[in-house]
């Protein structure tokens, strides 16, 4: 392979969409690696918000702009609300310090956060029980944080 680059993604968003290869089943070319795509992720996440928030009908989600591949999963998590009856709006933060002014100004029956270092899987556990809600135990198994 003198002389050639190789590519090795390492979960990136659509390599066929970005034009980094020309298909799945036969990229082409020197490039190897791991693609994450959300076409199975981002439904069974809006399914478990769902269980959560029956009532959702309006959920913003929370993307790292310094991401490229969340333009990807903003369109993805758009068609798949829309086939949960759902509107999704996506809120681009690029620091944390961003985060809370995003929420803020938002009208959302729910916030969803794509997954990202800046975001971990968290539940405030007084805030659901402020807002009427209970957090099902295999969620909360599932947290990286809870807090009481």
């Known amino acids: 392979m003198e002389g050639q680059n190789l590519v090795v993604m390492a979960g990136g968003g659509d390599p066929v969409a970005s034009g980094l290869v020309k298909s799945l089943a036969r990229p082409g ?23 959560v928030v029956p009532r959702a009908k309006r959920v913003n ?3 790292n702009a310094a991401n490229p591949a969340n333009a990807f999963f903003g369109r993805v998590t758009a068609e798949a609300g829309q086939a949960l009856g759902v509107e999704s709006r996506l809120l681009e933060v690029r620091r944390p310090d961003e985060l809370e002014p995003a929420i803020k100004g938002t009208q959302a029956d729910a916030l969803l956060a794509l997954a990202d270092p800046m975001f971990s899987l968290m539940f405030n556990l007084r805030t659901a029980r402020a807002l009427g809600l209970t957090i ?4 909360l198994h599932r947290a990286d944080q809870v807090f009481q």
Request: hydrophobic content about 45%; cysteine-free; aromatic content about 0%.
């Open 29 to 51: 070319g020197n490039v190897t690696g791991v693609s994450l795509l959300g076409q199975e992720l981002v439904p069974k996440a809006l399914s478990l918000l769902r269980e």
């Open 61 to 63: 989600l929370l993307a």
């Open 136 to 139: 099902p135990p295999s969620l």
